[in-house]
């Protein structure tokens, strides 16, 4: 398994088992942001049909995927190790 996967999976792993009552407290902008880093990452370029107006909660995760679009698995999970990194190194 490469550095690059293995630190993904320890940041995925972090953010699936951060207490929600924690000092960090992500915007829906930024949990969008992340969805779309870690779809790009585990399933690459988006798939399917953007989502009607009707169902807002998957038009917004499709967009947030979509807007990652052409990124490479590898920059996509660096990204998320990244984001992840920073927001440790704020609150802890």
Do not use: C, H
């Amino acid at each position: 398994m490469s550095d690059i996967k293995q630190r993904f999976d320890a940041a995925v792993d972090k953010v699936r088992n951060a207490p929600s009552d924690g000092d960090f407290k992500p915007s829906q902008e930024f949990q969008l942001k992340m969805y779309g880093l870690y779809r790009q990452a585990v399933d690459g370029d988006v798939t399917g049909k953007k989502p009607g107006m009707l169902n807002p909660v998957a038009r917004y995760k499709w967009m947030a995927w979509k807007d990652n679009e052409g990124m490479s698995r590898e920059e996509a999970m660096a990204a998320y190790v990244a984001e992840v990194d920073k927001i440790e190194a704020e609150y802890g």
